[in-house]
């Protein structure tokens, strides 16, 4: 079943949907907008991937300083982020003063459910538990070439939003035959299609374990179709994918 | 994929679920939440020479280019048990405990933050190119070990002063200052909790040597935080 992680007069409660919006494991409908949304699960270690939608290539390729090749030819590009920058569904992300190029990213996060280590591919996708839908701001003005995306870009407090449900595997045949898209107040910016990635799920878990144990809670957010512009405080993103949750957040000033 | 996702419901589910971080860990107060800074010292960036300029680096760093060391890496004990037996790189580096919630931290108030010290070895397989991160290089499993006993930070200790004694299967191998941090223990703390909160048991490497030693499986590590060569060291009970 799909269940959410929410907080409400004092307690963290898990939540289902309702039609009036969710049901507490205790039974109290609410509205979405009643309680204080957390990310669905104990998130673990969470591994991002870059570039791994090819419009996504393209939209940013006169900004890559040199396409430096692995030593592993077709290496994928991951990097890693702290629980601190965890954000849960309708919640307001700091945008910095002053900065130029604030983007959303949907992505498709995919949550471990087993301990697994040199997996193959069957044994990779069975350790899957569920799915969740991503919205990992980046803020291009920090960009440097060192370790790049470096952390001031992609590992900031509250700007990796997970949510707002956790979907059981068993309820998504096709990770890859997935809709996604964001809008800014109400407009569509961003539309792609799982089926556009270019590291698959299954071949990035085998490579991913073929070097470090993954484990219940480990996270993997598997890129990012083109449609990536520039938001400003006060901007609504949802970012959407069909079958598995619409996120919100609102970008709020620094303090 | 139709079949039942067996999953462990305890570890996703669960709020108050602890399990992940090894008792090792735990008992020395450590989150199991480890950062570390890259090319921290002059050295580093002497060696790469003319290279920092050009694509793809362009430019020295100009803020601390930051990694982090995940759960799978956090090792059980100081034994060598990295890989399938090839050499690894053993950066060492002296790390800072955190020791409350620390949100933009000014350098000034920076030590009023840090819980103790401790020497930490961060292994990784041998990188060439920094442009990127090196996953598959840098968080093999149990490529972060502990080395030291963690010393408590009362108000005089300056850890630039710190030096590392390094010991490779009880030989005393190198001895490592941390006088020519480019970041200092202060300053890092500052720069990186400006845009991401770090906790309390957070463990923040500060930056390693260059040639760091080559080890093997089975190699047993160990260091001495040290003072100063001529006061004793100072040690959490």
Known sequence: ?255 | MNSVSISNDAALFNPFDRSSVPRFWQDKGLSGQVFGLLANRADFLQTLGQAVFEPPYKKPPQAPVLFAKPRNTLATSSRVSCGTGEPFCARVHLALKVGRVSHRISTSAARESIAGYVAVADLSLEETDFYRPNLRLKIQDNSCLLLSEVMTAIENIDPSKLKIELSIDGKIVQTISQSDLLFSAEQSLSRVTEFMTLYPGDLLLLGSQNNPPVVYQGQVLSAQLRQDPFSPKQESP
């Open chain 1, 1 to 255: 079943m799909k269940r959410a992680r929410v907080a409400y007069r004092g307690a963290i409660h898990e939540a289902y949907p309702h039609a009036d919006g969710l049901v507490l494991a205790d039974g109290r409908v609410l509205d979405e907008d009643s309680v204080v949304w957390l990310a669905p699960f104990n998130v673990g270690t969470i591994i991002a991937l870059g570039l791994n939608y090819s419009d996504h290539v393209k939209e940013l390729s006169s900004e890559l300083t040199l396409n430096r090749r692995h030593a592993v030819a077709d290496e994928p590009l991951a990097f890693l982020k702290s629980p601190s920058a965890v954000l849960g569904h309708r919640g307001s992300t700091v945008r910095p003063n002053g900065v130029q190029f604030m983007h959303y990213e949907c992505e498709l996060a995919v949550i471990i459910g087993q301990t697994i280590k040199q997996a193959n591919e069957d044994e990779a996708m069975a350790a899957i538990a569920g799915y969740t839908v991503c919205n990992d701001y980046a803020i291009r003005d920090y960009l440097e070439n060192w370790y790049r995306p470096n952390f001031p870009v992609k590992n900031r407090d509250g700007a990796t939003i997970l949510g707002p449900w956790f979907v059981p595997a068993e309820q998504v045949p096709d990770p890859h035959n997935l809709n996604l898209r964001t809008l800014v107040n109400g407009q569509i910016k961003q539309q792609g299609h799982t089926g556009q990635m270019i590291h698959r799920i299954g071949p990035l878990l085998v490579w991913l374990s073929s070097f470090m144990t993954l484990q219940p809670g480990d996270v993997i957010l598997t890129g990012t179709p083109e449609g990536v512009v520039n938001v400003n405080v006060g901007d609504q993103i949802v970012t959407e994918i069909d079958g598995i949750g619409r996120l919100q957040n609102t970008l709020i000033a620094e303090t």
